[in-house]
């Protein structure tokens, strides 16, 4: 028992007064003499006994009296700890991702978490309450209880490690506060790596919602597996988390029309595929049928007006090579030599090849270097006897050059996995046991800037690049080189193309980076713009001469066939669809964790924090048993004779 006013227990000092009161009597009493006293001895004895037990009563009820007086004013109370004597700080993290859509015992996850969220925190106590998507710091319930009922699915999830850190960096500085964080999720299978609280006033609160069942099947991807002169095979996967489907309806619409239907049996996984024209717009959107989670029932994808990639090579040897490379259903492919190159059309382009030229005219190397600044790829294959310093002029504006020939035989062994162009499924696997390619001789190329994408058995570059310019050290001529006969020469000429020019996808992911070219002509100040229904958003984008670079990352945030305009001028489509790393509902067993308190109910975790720091006051209890005992010697001073 702890006391609010402990110093008024100086009080109990004043139960002196009455002991002394009843200790030392001060009246005086006179001798009056009687005849005969003796039949009044009896009587008299008995009076005196029953008189000293009575004041003795009444001593004592008078001292608990005043002694629960005392402490009634001093105002005790119990607590299970120290906790009281800290301020107190919550932060709450609440997982509105769309795997909350799934429905538990009382409707959606993430509804019934709001609900009992209002209902369980006091509506004066200071919060702070940490979504996927927004912060609302130092508030109360009744400030943002209309903004948690509007609380929509968010598309970009906070890794659960991530909002332990957010969480705690929502705390205050101040020292000897009580930190609760309560952790509201599903908590879909994840790796779970938080750090312990090793501070005493801080506890972790984990809350596991569950849904009442675990069946869900989504739209994973999908994509052309087949194209012809007159038609598109489009290919869809579909994934299954519960229960085997025997009929799944699959819907497939061009805008609003329903233009194909059909219907699959899916236990893990399913596809299916349908057939499209060739050589027209379809602005598309694979939809089925799934009671569970709605996010991953709708999939976006467009295909666009093909867009060819725009590539010159300029010529001092043979261009066959490329020819087959660059074909024509997907490139506007122009071969010049050099002495009849049109500068006019340089800007135009998205690739530019030099093959093999033995110098470069400082005229060519002005242009060259204004296109790369302007977005263009330029790919550098030396000859084998270059102008070295035309070539080192040209190459300074990539921090590069070449410095002595090499003329013994060298193998390209290594190749950079991790480099663009051959991290997107170039290859299935890493290979270490082909037939590589060599080269009879190759220029040392010097530069502490450039990315190696391909290097001989010694490790020096044969291929390499600074941002948009990708230099060859050694020429690829057949006399020099095995490199055109390698299956490496595809992949790597191909990719650098297609980096040149980024045309749109099927759709992107939103919440990941994505990156698209669009080939259009901007006046001074004009942006190109997102629209879909109401939603009107400027992306991030580059413009250069012939084209603009658009970024995009969180935003757009909800999943639609967007147009691209410019100002009123529509341009083409681009699709976004939610990431669907929610739709499997696989969960993490908690059981392990240590130092974190785990419940499936909300109601509960509030009401252990309010346990933990509840205050029971006494002094309403004093306060009745001292007017019990003022009822007490009433009756004793009444009825005890």
């Not at 100086?10 to 009455?18: D, E, M, V």
């Not at 938080?194 to 009442?212: A, G, H, R």
């Not at 001074?524 to 109401?534: H, I, W």
């Given at each position: 028992?702890?006391?609010?006013?402990?110093?008024?227990?100086?009080?109990?000092?004043?139960?002196l007064?009455?002991?002394?009161?009843?200790?030392?009597?001060?009246?005086?009493?006179?001798?009056?003499e009687?005849?005969?006293?003796?039949?009044?001895?009896e009587?008299?004895l008995?009076?005196?006994?029953?008189?000293?037990?009575?004041?003795?009563?009444?001593?004592?009820?008078?001292?608990?009296l005043?002694?629960?007086?005392?402490?009634?004013?001093?105002?005790?109370?119990?607590?299970?700890?120290?906790?009281f004597?800290?301020?107190k700080?919550?932060?709450?993290?609440?997982?509105?991702?769309?795997?909350?859509?799934?429905?538990?015992?009382?409707?959606?996850l993430?509804?019934?978490?709001?609900?009992?969220?209002?209902?369980?925190?006091?509506?004066?106590?200071?919060?702070?309450?940490?979504?996927?998507?927004?912060i609302?710091?130092?508030?109360?319930?009744?400030?943002?209880?209309?903004?948690?009922?509007?609380?929509?699915?968010?598309?970009?999830?906070?890794?659960?490690?991530?909002?332990l850190?957010?969480?705690?960096?929502?705390?205050?500085?101040?020292?000897?506060?009580?930190?609760?964080?309560?952790?509201?999720?599903?908590?879909?299978?994840?790796?779970?790596n938080?750090?312990?609280?090793?501070?005493?006033?801080?506890?972790?609160?984990?809350?596991?919602?569950?849904?009442?069942n675990?069946?869900?099947?989504?739209?994973?991807?999908?994509?052309?597996?087949?194209?012809?002169?007159?038609?598109?095979?489009?290919?869809?996967?579909?994934?299954?988390?519960?229960?085997?489907?025997?009929?799944?309806?699959?819907?497939l619409?061009?805008?609003?029309?329903?233009?194909?239907?059909?219907?699959?049996?899916?236990?893990?996984?399913?596809?299916?595929t349908?057939?499209?024209?060739?050589?027209?717009?379809?602005?598309?959107?694979?939809?089925?049928?799934?009671?569970?989670?709605?996010?991953?029932?709708?999939?976006?994808?467009?295909?666009?007006?093909?867009?060819?990639?725009?590539?010159?090579?300029i010529?001092a040897?043979?261009?066959?090579?490329?020819?087959?490379?660059?074909?024509?259903?997907?490139?506007?492919?122009?071969?010049?030599?050099?002495n009849?190159?049109?500068?006019?059309?340089?800007?135009?382009?998205?690739?530019?090849?030099?093959?093999?030229?033995?110098?470069?005219?400082?005229?060519?190397?002005?242009?060259?270097?204004?296109?790369t600044?302007?977005?263009?790829?330029?790919?550098?294959?030396p000859?084998?006897?270059?102008?070295?310093?035309?070539?080192?002029?040209?190459?300074?504006?990539?921090?590069?050059?070449?410095?002595?020939?090499?003329?013994?035989?060298?193998?390209?062994?290594?190749?950079?996995?991790?480099?663009?162009l051959?991290?997107?499924?170039?290859?299935?696997?890493?290979?270490?046991?082909?037939?590589?390619?060599?080269v009879?001789?190759?220029?040392?190329?010097?530069?502490?800037?450039?990315a190696?994408?391909?290097?001989?058995?010694d490790?020096?570059?044969?291929?390499?690049?600074?941002q948009?310019?990708?230099?060859?050290?050694?020429?690829?001529?057949?006399?020099?080189?095995s490199?055109?006969?390698?299956?490496?020469?595809?992949?790597?000429?191909?990719?650098?193309?297609?980096?040149?020019?980024?045309?749109?996808?099927?759709?992107?992911?939103?919440?990941?980076?994505?990156?698209?070219?669009?080939?259009?002509?901007?006046?001074?100040?004009?942006?190109?713009?997102?629209?879909?229904?109401?939603?009107?958003?400027?992306?991030?984008?580059?413009?250069f001469?012939?084209?603009?670079?658009?970024?995009?990352?969180?935003?757009?945030?909800?999943?639609?066939?967007?147009?691209?305009?410019?100002?009123?001028?529509?341009?083409?489509?681009?699709?976004?669809?939610?990431?669907?790393?929610?739709?499997?509902?696989?969960?993490?067993?908690?059981?392990?964790?240590?130092?974190?308190?785990?419940?499936?109910?909300?109601v509960?975790?509030?009401?252990?924090?309010?346990?933990?720091?509840?205050?029971?006051?006494?002094?309403?209890?004093?306060?009745?048993?001292?007017?019990?005992?003022?009822?007490?010697?009433?009756?004793?001073?009444?009825?005890?004779?």
């Amino acid at each position: 028992m702890q006391f609010k006013n402990p110093e008024l227990l100086y009080a109990l000092f004043l139960l002196l007064i009455p002991i002394i009161v009843h200790l030392f009597q001060l009246r005086k009493f006179e001798k009056v003499e009687f005849t005969n006293v003796a039949f009044l001895k009896e009587a008299t004895l008995q009076t005196r006994k029953s008189s000293q037990i009575k004041k003795w009563l009444i001593l004592l009820t008078r001292l608990l009296l005043l002694a629960a007086l005392v402490f009634a004013f001093a105002q005790p109370f119990t607590s299970k700890s120290d906790a009281f004597k800290a301020e107190k700080e919550t932060v709450i993290y609440l997982d509105n991702s769309f795997s909350m859509q799934a429905k538990g015992d009382k409707g959606e996850l993430l509804k019934r978490a709001i609900q009992d969220i209002i209902s369980n925190v006091p509506n004066d106590e200071n919060i702070t309450l940490i979504t996927n998507d927004n912060i609302y710091k130092n508030t109360t319930i009744n400030t943002i209880k209309n903004d948690l009922l509007q609380i929509e699915y968010a598309s970009n999830v906070l890794p659960l490690d991530a909002a332990l850190l957010k969480s705690k960096a929502a705390f205050s500085n101040k020292k000897n506060t009580l930190r609760n964080l309560v952790f509201i999720s599903d908590f879909q299978s994840t790796n779970l790596n938080f750090t312990s609280i090793t501070d005493s006033l801080t506890k972790l609160n984990f809350v596991k919602l569950q849904p009442v069942n675990t069946n869900n099947i989504a739209i994973d991807s999908v994509f052309i597996s087949e194209t012809t002169i007159t038609s598109i095979t489009l290919k869809v996967l579909l994934k299954n988390s519960g229960v085997s489907v025997k009929n799944l309806p699959i819907s497939l619409f061009n805008d609003e029309k329903l233009i194909a239907k059909t219907s699959v049996e899916i236990d893990k996984e399913a596809e299916t595929t349908f057939t499209l024209p060739a050589n027209q717009i379809i602005n598309g959107k694979i939809t089925i049928d799934d009671a569970s989670l709605q996010f991953d029932n709708t999939l976006y994808f467009n295909i666009n007006d093909a867009s060819k990639i725009n590539v010159l090579t300029i010529n001092a040897s043979d261009d066959s090579f490329l020819k087959r490379i660059y074909t024509n259903d997907e490139f506007n492919y122009t071969s010049t030599q050099e002495n009849q190159l049109n500068y006019n059309s340089i800007d135009k382009q998205n690739l530019i090849v030099l093959n093999e030229l033995n110098s470069i005219p400082i005229a060519l190397s002005s242009v060259l270097k204004q296109f790369t600044n302007q977005g263009g790829y330029l790919v550098v294959i030396p000859s084998n006897t270059i102008n070295k310093d035309a070539y080192n002029q040209f190459l300074a504006n990539y921090r590069t050059n070449f410095s002595n020939v090499v003329t013994s035989e060298k193998r390209i062994t290594r190749i950079n996995f991790s480099h663009p162009l051959y991290s997107n499924g170039v290859f299935e696997k890493k290979v270490s046991n082909f037939q590589y390619p060599k080269v009879n001789s190759f220029y040392n190329l010097n530069s502490n800037s450039m990315a190696p994408a391909l290097q001989f058995e010694d490790a020096k570059v044969f291929l390499g690049n600074y941002q948009n310019a990708f230099v060859f050290s050694s020429a690829l001529n057949e006399k020099n080189s095995s490199f055109k006969n390698s299956p490496l020469i595809v992949p790597t000429l191909y990719n650098i193309a297609k980096q040149s020019f980024k045309i749109p996808e099927l759709y992107y992911t939103i919440g990941k980076e994505n990156t698209f070219d669009v080939e259009t002509q901007l006046q001074q100040d004009a942006v190109l713009s997102l629209v879909f229904n109401d939603i009107n958003l400027i992306p991030k984008q580059q413009y250069f001469n012939n084209k603009v670079m658009i970024n995009t990352s969180e935003n757009p945030s909800v999943a639609a066939t967007y147009a691209i305009n410019n100002k009123n001028e529509h341009i083409k489509n681009v699709s976004y669809n939610y990431n669907r790393t929610e739709s499997d509902l696989n969960y993490s067993d908690l059981s392990n964790l240590n130092n974190i308190t785990v419940s499936n109910s909300i109601v509960d975790i509030f009401e252990t924090i309010k346990s933990d720091t509840k205050v029971n006051a006494l002094w309403k209890w004093f306060v009745i048993f001292a007017l019990a005992l003022l009822i007490i010697e009433m009756l004793i001073l009444k009825f005890f004779k």
